[in-house]
């Protein structure tokens, strides 16, 4: 039995889809917290079981017979050291063969803020003893283009990364990756650091905006406290504004750069590129 944690979020259904490719759908557990959104799932033979980190008690009768399991990393921007943990906790009472985890590019020496919790899962998952292989996801294109309207709409992009170069890869790629290393052997003890073959800067990402919108749009770049204002000013979370701010900062520093093309290896094809996600993003 294969099983996805966060299989009601983005990147979970695209690696439930990746895995229907070559896995049947009744060896396949999509460990949800909220099973009323697993619904489309359960239609099309997926085992669907509750799974809520934040609730140990779910964990252990979901990841019963599993062998494979894909732990996404959890949505909370702090806190979630001790959800990860009751899910690993669970993996290993269940006897799991594998466990993937979703970690954070260069999670080991990055400067971001962000990678802490990744570092501390990975080592949680290192003292378990269970076979693992880590995923180091880099950041998604899908991130960037999040912030397509308002730069059509105000002529800029900003942010605070200076000339950094983001590896970022779409989230399908990465969730390709997630499902090629559960449904093929070898990858027990690995660590991929996964990114897309072309990097960009964020002036390049205006560019091609620019480009491809006819509208002019530049890359405005600013002081980390400042685009920390600009997105709480926005509306995010004080916490996730501060701490997507010092993911730039990082950047500007290469956190969020790899040219190591593993990515593209484990999916067996060229990474998508920014362009044609660029595309996709104006069209919809
Ligand atoms: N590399 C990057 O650039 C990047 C960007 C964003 C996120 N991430 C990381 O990648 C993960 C997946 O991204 P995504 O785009 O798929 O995010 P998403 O669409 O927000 O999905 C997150 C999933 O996590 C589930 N979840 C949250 N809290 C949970 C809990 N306590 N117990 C069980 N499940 C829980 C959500 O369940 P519900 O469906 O019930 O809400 C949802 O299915 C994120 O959680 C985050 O750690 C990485």
């Given at each position: 039995m294969y099983a996805v944690t966060g299989a009601t979020g983005q990147l979970g259904r695209l690696v439930i889809e990746a895995l229907l490719k070559t896995i049947?759908?009744?060896?396949?557990?999509?460990?949800?917290?909220?099973p009323a959104k697993a619904g489309d799932l359960a239609e099309r033979g997926v085992i669907v079981h509750e799974a809520d980190y934040s609730r140990p008690e779910t964990l252990g009768p979901a990841l019963a017979g599993v062998e494979k399991l894909l732990l996404i990393s959890s949505?909370?921007?702090?806190?979630r050291l001790p959800r990860h943990r009751a899910v690993i906790d669970a993996a290993t009472q269940a006897g799991v063969s594998l466990i993937a985890y979703t970690s954070m590019l260069h999670a080991d020496t990055s400067?971001?803020?962000?990678?802490i919790e990744h570092r501390q899962t990975e080592e949680v998952i290192a003292a378990s003893g269970l076979p693992a292989v880590i995923l180091r996801n880099g950041w998604y294109t899908e991130n960037h283009l999040m912030a397509l309207p308002p730069a059509l709409e105000h002529g800029a992009f900003v942010g605070a990364a200076k000339g950094g170069r983001f590896s970022s890869a779409a989230r399908q790629d990465y969730a390709e990756a997630a499902a090629a290393v559960l449904a093929t052997g070898?990858?027990?003890?690995k660590t991929y650091e996964l990114a897309a073959d072309q990097a960009f800067t964020l002036a390049e990402l205006a560019a091609e905006v620019s480009r491809q919108s006819g509208k002019t749009i530049i890359y405005n770049d600013l002081s980390e406290v400042a685009y920390r204002d600009v997105l709480t000013g926005a509306g995010l979370p004080a916490d996730l504004a501060a701490l997507l701010a010092d993911a730039d900062a990082a950047a500007s520093r290469g956190?969020?750069?790899?040219?190591?093309g593993a990515l593209g290896r484990l999916i067996g094809r060229p990474t998508t590129s920014m362009q044609s996600l660029v595309a996709a993003a104006l069209r919809s």
């Open positions: 049947p759908a009744n060896r396949i557990v999509a460990a949800v917290r909220n949505t909370e921007v702090t806190g400067p971001a803020r962000l990678a070898g990858h027990a003890g956190a969020l750069f790899d040219d190591g």
